[in-house]
């Protein structure tokens, strides 16, 4: 990763490109890509393909909601490394759609990576760090079910890309817009959907 960290999103759409070679690819070898222990272009990664044109896949916002649930778990728990099972890891996804995500998140990655700077890196020490991650470790436990809710899982998973965001650019006012977020959003989408 480039040690100019405004344009650490860029870098990370960039290799997932390079890994969405042929017609799929495991969720392992994307995970290889960036690199085990890259918990925060992990994180981002999957939640961007969730708010991407990939996420119209039945299932992927589950399978999202899944790794990014056990990889929040285990940076809560300071593993230096994620583990996920192999059904998970083997799962398959499609390049076209991956390549058509990335395609389609391009320009609103460069007009975000415009505002983003190191800032507020209080944040990243804990116990105000656990703050964000249990509120995503809440997040991920009703993504299932927004399957059933057009466009819920990709709003949730854009709280969450946004969180990622600023861990990778260790922006510290990117990571407390993304805390208010996640206290409010997940209530007005469940209103909306199932409140009736």
Avoid: Y
């Amino acid at each position: 990763m480039s040690t100019d960290r405004t344009h650490a999103l860029s870098e990370v759409l960039n290799q997932l490109e390079t890994a969405a070679d042929g017609d799929h690819i495991k969720v392992k070898e994307l995970i290889e890509c960036l690199g085990h222990n890259s918990f925060g272009s992990i994180m981002l990664v999957f939640s961007l393909i969730c708010t991407s044109p990939a996420s119209a896949i039945p299932g992927v916002t589950t399978l999202v909601a899944v790794i990014v649930f056990m990889l929040t778990l285990q940076m809560i728990m300071g593993r230096d490394a994620l583990w996920l099972p192999a059904i998970v890891t083997d799962r398959n996804l499609s390049s076209a759609k991956l390549q058509q995500g990335i395609n389609w998140l391009r320009k609103p990655v460069r007009f975000v990576e415009r505002f983003l700077k190191v800032r507020l890196t209080f944040v990243f020490h804990r116990p105000l760090f656990w703050v964000p991650l249990f509120l995503i470790l809440f997040l991920t436990l009703f993504m299932p079910f927004m399957e059933v809710v057009p466009a819920s899982g990709s709003i949730a998973s854009a709280l969450i890309a946004t969180f990622a965001a600023g861990l990778l650019t260790r922006d510290g006012a990117l990571v407390l817009l993304s805390m208010a977020a996640l206290v409010s959003v997940p209530f007005a989408i469940w209103q909306l959907g199932f409140g009736g």
